[in-house]
């Protein structure tokens, strides 16, 4: 290096330089003072090493960092570093170095443990830049910065081990003004999760969205987007489907939007898939009749509340046909009440067997049974309805002692127009409807009465 030229070293030692700088209002700001500033800036070490004669310069920050003053490190050599250095760590340092000589890294750039006076480690980042005969020198200097990233470092140990430690993945997912997505953090687990590594999902985030069930992914799109629009939690249980299998996960976050419009949501994935197939289980069983695996009067309603809530909002109709076996207590004096049961079965399979996949079937009490029309007219239901019983009239039943017997049934058929100007109730409905079967079985049984006809 030439004479003339001030070193970093120097340069770190003319402490109170910049204040005076500051005071002083003619005086000129030199390259060097900028970066003297900048270096307490950042509150780095300078190093300086001359790869041809071995000689090494460092600031007093250097020294400082690890709790010494340079003058308590004297002679300083490249060894003062090797010897403050982890020995575990030197190798990588060594290997990094030389990535960066060889050009296979932009920047000679690497975390070293070094030890500090106290006796503890300290996480040193070490970046350096060749300085070549190329500009103007006759030796080659590698000059470069040591900078303590310990907090970080151990803010990014303890967020590591607690990742671990959660039963999710842990992420950040950021959306720009622009729409582009992707994941700035997550935790290791992506790969039990989904079967992919860390690095690929955060390379690519439709990694991840292209193993949400279709059926799903319009619903985490939707809730994302009501949730950037709201800056409300994103919560939404969506089906994955990876090479590991099938199954529920959970995600929670909270989103931010930074001034830029930028908005980050934190949060956790969590595997929900038992509680939820318990959930859906459970669900199933309460919406289900037990004996013929009907829905049960319990869903009726309800499929019924929301198509009236639906069909006052859009103009939809459907019909309901009521229908109740004729004369039932006799088939179980009769025949006993297991034979009783084999017909409620048979009879849920026939109604199935004879009306539409949107048609919905319920058994609603004990030999009464709803078939719920969507999109449906009277006069088409009542069709239906009678060509279910004549298509009862040609089965023939077996009792468990193998006497031969039929059945009938009687119905009530009513229609619900959402265009209507007063629309009915549920309730007014289903009493319109019992009216129309009660009509029938008053008529003699065996007959369809549709919306009161007959009365
Ligand atoms: N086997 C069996 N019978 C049931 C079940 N639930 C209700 N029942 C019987 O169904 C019969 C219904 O009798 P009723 O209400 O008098 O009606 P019905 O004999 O069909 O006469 P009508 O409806 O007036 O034609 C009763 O004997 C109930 O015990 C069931 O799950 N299995």
Not at 104 to 112: E, T
Not at 148 to 163: C, F, G, I, P, Y
Not at 282 to 298: A, C, H, V
Not at 419 to 441: F, G
Request: aromatic residues 10%.
């Amino acid at each position: 290096m030439a004479q003339d030229q001030t070193s970093l070293g120097e340069l770190g030692s003319q402490r109170g330089l910049i204040a005076q700088a500051s005071l002083m209002v003619d005086m000129e700001l030199t390259p060097e003072i900028r970066l003297k500033a900048i270096l307490e800036g950042t509150g780095a070490g300078t190093w300086e090493w001359n790869l041809d004669t071995g000689e090494v310069i460092y600031n007093p920050r250097w020294a400082d960092l690890l709790g010494y003053c340079l003058e308590e490190l004297q002679p300083v050599t490249f060894k003062t570093w090797e010897n403050l250095c982890h020995p575990k760590d030197l190798q990588e340092a060594r290997e990094a170095l030389a990535r960066y000589l060889d050009g296979d890294a932009p920047q000679f750039d690497c975390v070293v443990r070094m030890l500090h006076k106290f006796g503890d480690w300290r996480y040193i980042h070490t970046r350096g830049t060749l300085l070549t005969d190329d500009q103007g020198l006759d030796t080659r200097w590698l000059m470069g910065t040591h900078l303590d990233v310990t907090r970080e470092k151990l803010s990014q140990h303890q967020m590591e081990q607690l990742a671990k430690s959660l039963p999710g993945i842990i992420y950040t997912f950021v959306l720009e003004p622009g729409g582009r997505y992707y994941f700035s953090y997550l935790s290791e687990k992506t790969w039990d999760f989904y079967g992919l590594t860390t690095d690929e999902c955060l390379a690519d985030p439709d990694k991840i969205f292209n193993l949400i069930h279709p059926d799903d992914l319009p619903r985490v799109h939707e809730s994302i987007a009501v949730s950037a629009e709201t800056l409300e939690e994103w919560v939404c249980e969506y089906r994955v489907q990876t090479k590991r299998g099938s199954y529920w996960l959970k995600g929670v976050s909270l989103p931010e939007r930074d001034p830029d419009g930028r908005i980050s949501w934190h949060g956790m994935t969590i595997n929900i898939d038992t509680q939820k197939n318990l959930e859906l289980e459970l669900e199933q069983l309460s919406i289900t009749d037990e004996l013929t695996g009907l829905y049960n009067r319990r869903y009726m309603l309800r499929k019924l509340q929301e198509s009236v809530a639906q069909g006052e909002r859009y103009g939809d109709t459907f019909s309901l046909i009521s229908l109740d076996i004729d004369f039932f207590k006799i088939i179980n004096d009769s025949y006993g009440h297991p034979t009783g049961d084999a017909v409620l079965k048979r009879f849920a399979d026939i109604i199935e067997s004879s009306t539409r996949k949107s048609d919905i079937v319920a058994r609603t009490g004990g030999e009464e049974f709803i078939i719920f029309m969507p999109n449906t007219g009277l006069s088409e239901a009542g069709q239906v309805a009678e060509s279910l019983r004549v298509t009862l009239q040609t089965e023939s039943f077996v009792s468990d002692e193998g006497e031969t017997f039929s059945i009938t049934f009687s119905a009530g058929v009513v229609n619900w127009s959402g265009s209507d100007t007063q629309s009915t109730s549920v309730r007014d409905l289903l009493s319109a409807c019992d009216q129309s079967l009660y009509a029938a079985k008053r008529s003699g049984r065996n007959r369809i009465v549709a919306d009161g006809d007959g009365e």
